[in-house]
């Protein structure tokens, strides 16, 4: 089912969740063991459990932050940084890294927190990952939301990468490649590393202020040696993934029967065909596009998305394990 809700700036008085907390909950952090390494977490709120899967796949979680926790008054958000990557690096190295140990460690995290059934909420590269997780687990899934999700094919990565240039400012496109072939790029220097993602976001958040808050977030827990062996994580995963031409999820998502909410942004610089193909391959999907709103529409749209999850809980049923 598609929906296109009223733009953000009109949702101020709209949904009765629109009131976020004056104070928010300490956050509880830990570490999940897992095979060859250890999971850093983020937990914080009451009600709802849902897994948050960042996006990437060569960040941590910390650039949803703070804004994603302004849910957490509904619901309990557990955050976690992906093996090799942020707080989740000591002691993995990059080739050890695959879409299996990816899968693997989200049931780690499911067993850890002892929830038969998990809600995922996957943000980008983390929908795809997401997607993945259901095709494999499906019993074990409640609910799948997809928020800017990712490709769920090599043909939807190929037009991803062919709109791209054209939904970008003139001279963006070479001012990266001059950048990321450059020596400091290519040694992980922290400041061209940001310079990179400064211009690769902006034309998908149209605030100065919203764009600064997630470049300065991006690499919160990486250093150079961080930076690199997140990068040589995505490269491994992209080559399993999107680089494989016969790679696509969506025959298989055909077979899902999961409550499942697609949330896309008007102006996110991935088409939002993407995310409307994989709505109608998996049964029942509501695909609800965001009118002015980009690649972060948790940042962007907050009244909206929070109206958006509360009533698709509400009306697929809360998985109520904690």
């Avoid at 650039?63 to 926790?69: H, S």
């Avoid at 994580?233 to 499942?260: A, C």
């Avoid at 529409?297 to 909206?304: A, G, K, P, R, T």
Wanted: charged share 25%; aromatic share 10%.
């Amino acid at each position: 089912m598609y929906r296109r809700p009223l733009g953000c700036s009109q949702l101020a008085d709209f949904s009765m969740h629109a009131n976020f907390p004056a104070s928010q909950p300490d956050p509880r952090e830990g570490y999940v063991p897992v095979e060859n390494g250890q999971l850093y977490y983020r937990e914080i709120g009451q009600g709802q459990p849902i897994i948050v899967l960042h996006g990437g796949p060569d960040f941590d979680h910390n650039y949803l932050l703070p804004d994603m926790d302004r849910l957490s008054d509904s619901f309990r958000l557990i955050y976690y940084d992906q093996r090799g990557r942020g707080r989740s690096a000591a002691n993995v190295r990059a080739e050890d890294v695959t879409i299996h140990t990816e899968i693997q460690d989200l049931e780690s995290l499911r067993h850890y927190f002892q929830m038969e059934s998990i809600a995922v909420l996957g943000h980008s590269w983390g929908g795809l990952l997401a997607m993945e997780y259901a095709i494999r687990h499906p019993d074990r899934l409640s609910h799948l939301i997809l928020m800017n999700t990712a490709p769920a094919s090599h043909e939807d990565y190929m037009l991803l990468r062919q709109e791209l240039p054209r939904r970008r400012a003139a001279g963006d496109v070479e001012m990266l490649k001059v950048l990321s072939s450059s020596t400091q790029y290519q040694e992980g220097d922290l400041e061209t590393d940001a310079e990179y993602y400064r211009i690769h976001f902006r034309a998908t958040l149209r605030q100065p202020e919203h764009l600064e808050r997630v470049i300065q977030n991006l690499r919160l827990n990486m250093n150079k040696e961080g930076i690199l062996r997140a990068r040589a994580i995505e490269k491994r995963l992209y080559d399993e993934t999107w680089l494989s031409g016969k790679y696509n999820l969506l025959p298989k998502l055909k077979l899902l029967g999961i409550p499942t909410l697609i949330l896309h942004g008007d102006y996110d610089f991935i088409p939002v065909d993407i995310a409307a193909h994989i709505a109608e391959a998996i049964s029942g999907a509501r695909l609800v596009v965001l009118r002015e709103c980009g690649h972060f529409c948790y940042l962007e749209c907050q009244d909206q998305v929070r109206k958006e999850l509360g009533d698709f809980f509400d009306n697929s049923g809360s998985s109520l394990l904690m």
